[in-house]
């Protein structure tokens, strides 16, 4: 009797984990595809599944009410139910390069392609924005915090200022740094000093920053009352006291 009840509750097991959803997914042009998936699988493998059918890299995936799947953590059986409907949006793909790589991304999407170096070695969710010095990138997520990898020297390491990295607003790379808009109005800087990450000397200056550009080693930031400050390499642009005035 124990014997049979042993193998009763294996069998039981079994049908539970392969218990499957038939789902419809459907392009906004009408093209619709029928897709089988274990219930026990997450939004992300539904939504790998789907751009594989669909042949579209950058996907996200709509209910029947209008909720847009953006966890792909998030289980399918918590989610959705047999037979269930979706809408398939397709992103439009972005592509941005440094000196020796290049990166693919999608505004909303939850993974970045890249391929040369540098190269992550993971995806990040919610990317809002991305940017690159000649060696370096640095993402926007959804949250608004930043993320960034490559090679330190030009922008690629910002674990030491995370705190400081909230609320971004803007943010702009020169050849080797990259500085940053909070929505506070102030600027932060970080990556290789002689390209334009030392902002020490006009710190004080940076508040209420309305928008920051760069050359190769030189940072201009315009202020809201209209004045401008500049840092960085002088022969490029990061000293602007002749004309001041």
Known sequence: QNV??????????FCQLYTMLQLTVALTSGRSESLTIPESSKVGDLKLMAQKSFGQPFLRLATAEGRVLTDP??????????????????????????????????????????????DS???????????????????????NSV??????????NSSGMQDQLKNLRQIKGSAGAFAAILNDGSLVT????????????VRHQLKNVREVQATESAFAAILEEGSVVTWGNPNLGGDSSAVQD
């Open 190 to 201: 970080w990556g290789g000093q002689p390209l334009g990450a030392d902002s020490s000397e």
């Open 73 to 118: 953590l998030e289980l399918l059986q918590n989610t959705l139910e047999d037979g269930d409907q979706l809408t398939a949006i397709v992103g439009q793909g972005q592509l941005l390069a440094t000196a020796t790589g290049f990166a693919l991304w999608c505004p909303g999407g939850d993974r970045v392609v890249h391929w040369g170096e540098p």
């Open 4 to 13: 049979a009840g042993s193998r009763f509750d294996r069998s039981v097991s």
């Open 147 to 156: 993320v960034t990898w490559g090679a330190r020297g030009y922008g690629g």
């Open 121 to 143: 070695g993971v995806s990040y969710l919610s990317v809002q924005e991305l940017h690159a010095t000649n060696f370096a990138f640095a993402a926007i997520l959804g949250d």
